[in-house]
DNA sequence: CCGCATCCCCAAAGATACTG
DNA sequence: CAGTATCTTTGGGGATGCGG
């Protein structure tokens, strides 16, 4: 949207950078770390070249985020978020926060990215930062959540395990339904933070 | 954005519901409160009656607002956020957290919308919630944040009051700079106060 | 191959006029 | 007041081309 809103309104502000179709997703992807044009293209379907070819120029531009060279040995360039681009985390996490509310359950099939777990737990714990060390196995990823951080693969002394599908783990934050999820350790420190974590309520009329 | 982006991720979820050009700006004029059509057309210069139409349609059957009539007396229609709508409060004030990030000094002529100032001690405070009872006088706004409650009007028994243009405002919170702002009451509070809301960096490239 | 630029087409936004 | 109808303009989707 080069088109301007004419107010001056720190939300219009906003939504003029990072508004358009797209542009969220692209600095969603680039919250995972730097990443080259084609892999972009691959993580977002149905782009189409031109379109992430103008958003990444008009981001860059906009002081989001800045192309990169790799050193020669890999001729490669690659595309990473600048600190002011890195702030928009918690606008992305609220929007996730909030799109998960009507979202419906995962289906058994592969609708889910590679390396999704992690973004899910920051988005469901990183608002509450509970204490405590847990890992997650949900379908075949492995992630941990210690002391509100989060971290890919195993973590190192869980206080709870939990292991579920990832339908079932959907369940058990939509409605506390319990089946299918299997829990090790210190169940009651995992009721506990689920219910801090409480705001996935899929109240929703559509 | 009717089209879908063809991802099972909340953020794309929720883009495909608020992403499209003035939806978010609609869900915040009415987070201040139910509005009739008209005004929503004075608060959104430049919308064009055809668009205001199709988004407010849009956003009816997503759920996030719903169109209400006034008891007969009063001959009017109002739309407002349902519940599912209000929980946007969250991702429009880190919309705004990040665009004050890149927003330039307000002009001292009358760009201000009336009301604003609430709004703005909203986004700026309450992500703190700072203990203690302010007042703030900007321009001709006043405006109160008792508890991290952000209310309209005086406060009652202000520990501080501050007093200063929306330019000196802007200056303070950008680079502390204390010129043009007035000052009643414990200070040292009130300094307290802004190192914790301390997130408008006006670091920025473009 | 990767990293785009070009071209065409259609859907959506802007602007304005008009109506129950 | 609260929209609809119509027209123009802009921007996105899709395919293809092309230099390094």
């Given at each position: 949207m080069p088109k301007h809103y004419e107010q001056y309104c720190p939300v219009a502000h906003a939504l003029e950078r990072v508004?358009?179709?797209w542009s969220l997703l692209i600095v969603r992807e680039l919250l995972k770390g730097p990443k080259r044009y084609t892999d972009l293209s691959a993580a977002l379907p149905g782009i189409g070249t031109n379109v992430l070819a103008a958003r990444l120029k008009d981001l860059e531009a906009a002081g989001v985020l800045a192309k990169r060279r790799l050193p020669p040995p890999a001729p490669a360039q690659v595309y990473e978020l600048t600190a002011y681009g890195l702030a928009l985390k918690n606008v992305v996490r609220e929007l996730a926060r909030w799109g998960l509310q009507s979202m419906p359950a995962p289906g058994n099939d592969d609708q889910l990215a590679p390396g999704w777990l992690p973004d899910a737990l920051d988005t469901l714990f990183a608002p509450v930062a509970p204490e405590g060390s847990f890992e997650f196995r949900i379908g075949d990823e492995v992630a941990a959540l210690v002391d509100g951080e989060v971290a890919p693969g195993p973590a190192e002394h869980p206080d709870v395990v939990l292991e579920a599908t990832p339908a079932a783990f959907y369940f058990l934050f939509?409605?506390?339904?319990?089946?299918g999820v299997e829990v090790e350790g210190d169940r009651e420190l995992l009721e506990r933070v689920l219910d801090a974590a409480a705001p996935v309520d899929a109240t929703v009329a559509a």
């Open positions: 508004g358009e179709r939509t409605e506390r339904r319990w089946d």
